[in-house]
């Protein structure tokens, strides 16, 4: 394996004199600081790589469309050396454990001020395709930029989340406080689940069989293209929101937000499934199967409830008495209730 040229920050010096070196081990460089800095990685002309693995305590992390294979990085010091380099087709940047190539998520004993000025940015000419992408930061922003990936994973404890994938087979974004935002085309029989627990979720997605997704305080927008076996939705303080798609199994809870579903269960087929649930919220229900052959059971303590344009009191519990049928089933105490199911 050829290594290509580091580009340093500071000056080549060892020891008490506090300074940065890079060393080839096992086609890794690592790098090492002593005066409180942080560590610089430049390099342009990198081997080909198909898997990514970042692992850093504090660091904006981007994934960037080139003409080429290369590296921009500048990561918080570690009282571990700092690994980076392509082996085997897999290009890591983190901080090294002990005397192996395994990475923590949590690095708390060199969490350091200044988070915002970290980052590591990724370069691959455009038409590359990713067999994994996995990030992992504490602190900082995490985007994806790629024309396919087969398995993605992005968690961020603080920070945004953004990915844009043309293809993918499973997904996995989650943010502790930061907004989530996903695109992408699955498989067919892809993946994909996304969380954040203060901030809002968006996504826009096709050919997924799975979809989860959630946030405790914030919104949840999700559109999407084609059928889906089996959707989850959850919130506690935000509001759900679906469309687009056919589904055999969807269910929605939030506990203070309202709940929108607009699109149809199995293509129409019988045995579908969609449940909604919210405490203190409104939920409507739009599909376009029609009424032939789906039971519904709807019921509000302190809210109307409309049945096709038609409103009735409320509280109310209806059954289809057709067996084998779509199943619809809505409820809330402090909310109103719309199903428009075609007449």
């Known amino acids: 394996m050829v290594l290509g040229v580091a580009f340093i920050a500071v000056g080549f010096a060892m020891g008490a004199m506090g300074g940065y070196a890079t060393l080839g081990v096992g086609g890794f460089r690592i790098g090492s600081h002593g005066d409180g800095s942080g560590v ?108 396919y990936v087969a398995s993605l994973s992005l968690v961020t404890a603080s920070g945004d989340v953004r990915a844009d994938v043309g293809g993918f087979q499973t997904a996995y974004v989650k943010t502790a406080s930061g907004k989530a935002r996903f695109a992408g085309t699955g498989s067919g029989d892809a993946s994909i689940n996304i969380t954040s627990t203060s901030g809002r979720v968006d996504a826009a997605v096709a050919g997924c069989s799975e ?16 059928h889906m076996n089996k959707v989850r939705l959850n919130a506690v303080s935000g509001s759900l929101d679906f469309k687009g798609a056919t589904w055999a199994e969807l269910r929605a809870e939030t506990v203070s937000g309202g709940i929108a579903l607009n699109g149809d269960m199995a293509g129409g087929k019988e045995g579908g499934v969609t449940y909604a649930k919210s405490v203190s919220g409104k939920v409507t229900v739009s599909l376009a199967g029609g009424r032939d052959g789906y039971g519904y059971s709807m019921s509000s303590t302190s809210g109307s409830i409309t049945l096709d344009g038609v409103r009735v009191y409320s509280p109310a519990r209806r059954t289809a008495s057709e067996p084998g049928g779509n199943e619809v089933t809505i409820s809330t105490v402090s909310g109103s209730i719309r199903l428009d199911m075609g007449k």
């Open 40 to 147: 610089r990685l430049a390099e342009t002309g990198l081997e080909p790589f198909a898997n990514v693995i970042v692992r850093t305590s504090e660091a904006k992390v981007q994934l960037i469309p080139s003409d080429r294979y290369g590296i921009d990085a500048y990561l918080p010091e570690s009282r571990r050396p700092i690994e980076w380099g392509v082996d085997g087709g897999t290009l890591t940047v983190g901080a090294a454990d002990g005397g192996g190539f395994s990475f923590r998520l949590f690095d708390l004993g060199f969490m350091l001020e200044g988070g915002s000025d970290y980052y590591v940015r990724i370069y691959y000419p455009r038409d590359a395709a990713f067999e994994s992408v996995d990030v992992r930061t504490a602190s900082g922003t995490v985007d994806v930029e790629a024309p």
């Open 211 to 226: 979809l989860t997704v959630g946030s405790v305080s914030g919104k949840v927008a999700v559109v999407c293209e084609g």
